[in-house]
């Protein structure tokens, strides 16, 4: 059953993208981050040409950081130890959205986050699990998924949303 985060409430949002939001709940949240994802692949794909091994999403609640990275096969295979993610801040594609105008929304999606994580208090972990799932359940939406068909993917292709200090993911296809 998700934790609902009402008690904590977000800061509004006025804009992701060509939506007008008010995001209130972890359900809301991760919609949103779902279309910034869907949104920053789509912009980046036209500059991508490598074949990709692992997409991830780095999620920090305690720090309000979100960051997308890319791990592409060339990569993983010059440096198999690559391919653990907690070895992401490595990749050459490591937060490729910042410079995209596109990923600019998540700022505000990160700041709530935080916002949520610091007004929990003794619920922290569960904030934090929650978050995780939810950057974990955006990455899964049909409109992320038809995003990534546009870029060559490897055979053995996945995608993860991994706790940054125990390891564990979150990701479950």
């Known amino acids: 059953m998700p934790f609902w985060i009402t008690a904590y409430a977000f800061s509004p949002m006025t804009q992701i993208g060509d939506r007008e939001v008010m995001n209130t709940t972890i359900d809301s949240w991760e919609i949103n981050l779902s279309a910034l994802v869907a949104s920053t692949l789509d912009a980046y794909g036209s500059q991508f040409e490598d074949e990709i091994e692992l997409f991830a999403v780095d999620c920090h609640p305690w720090n309000g950081i979100l960051v997308l990275a890319i791990l592409t096969v060339a990569e993983a295979e010059s440096n198999p130890e690559l391919n653990d993610t ?88």
């Not at 596109?102 to 916002?115: H, I, T, V």
């Not at 972990?125 to 068909?149: G, H, I, K």
């Open 86 to 173: 907690a070895e992401m801040a490595a990749w050459k594609y490591y937060d490729f959205a910042s410079e995209l105008a596109e990923w600019e929304p998540a700022s505000k999606l990160s700041s709530s986050m935080r916002e949520a994580y610091d007004r929990a208090e003794t619920d922290r972990s569960v904030v934090a699990d929650q978050f995780l799932r939810a950057c974990a359940a955006a990455v899964s939406t049909a409109v992320v998924q038809e995003a990534l068909t546009k870029y060559s993917l490897a055979d053995t292709f996945r995608i993860s949303v991994s706790h940054p200090d125990t390891g564990q993911e979150y990701v479950t296809t």
